[in-house]
């Protein structure tokens, strides 16, 4: 092989490689459906709902959204506007075990009697303590109407709906991580982007560093190569 063409293949590699690393996805998203099966005042109840969670970078941790497309359980009677309000458990897995309590406003509207009930988005806060690969899967929907509650349990053992690189504050060193870093929900805020923006960059900044130093190797060899032939 010509030298010539050894280094076209040196710069070539240089390059994948970091077309590779600012690839790496820093989060995974998907819509899962979710089998509830409710127990409610008059009985058991049920239905699927396609869930959806997202998060995005909040300071030392993220702020995660669970949103509902269907409606799940149903009432008997009308539920005037205000009278319903729901709150969730994501389940937490990979670097860290535990659960996230997310919660959401009130019905605006009035919800007819026997007709499922829409969920708004449920938002809340993790802050993790350990580093690593970490998984979000939907738990348990409560939801309180006239002075009622109804439990619904997740029963087709879904799978995460999403997948997240963490990093812990203080490096992640200490603690169990058997409270997943948890802290109630704050409702409202705007919806969130797919993935912490800051993960991304640093990819791409990364990338950006290894096709620079394999460019760099690439002109060394070249200069290197035209003295040895002089």
Known sequence: MSYQKRTALSLAAAVAGSVVLMAAPAAHASVVDVDYQCQTPIGPKGAVSPIDIKSVRSGTGYRLTMSFQKGVSSSPVELGKGAMNPSALIRLGGAEKGSVTVSGPANETAIPANTPIKINDLTG????????????????????????????????????????????????????????????????????????????????????????????????LTRRGQRTAS
Do not use: H
């Not at 690593?132 to 799978?159: D, W």
């Open 125 to 220: 806060t993790y802050t993790p303590r350990k580093n690593g690969r970490a998984t979000f899967t939907a738990g348990v929907l409560t939801i309180k109407a006239l002075g009622t509650t109804t439990t619904c349990t997740p029963k087709n053992n879904p799978r995460p709906s999403l997948e997240l690189d963490v990093k812990a504050a203080g490096g992640g060193s200490g603690g169990d991580g058997s409270d997943g870093g948890m802290q109630n929900a704050q409702s409202g805020g705007e919806l969130p982007r797919t993935g912490p923006l800051d993960s991304a960059i640093a990819l791409g900044t990364l990338g950006g560093t290894v096709l620079l130093a394999g460019a760099a190797g690439v002109l060394w």
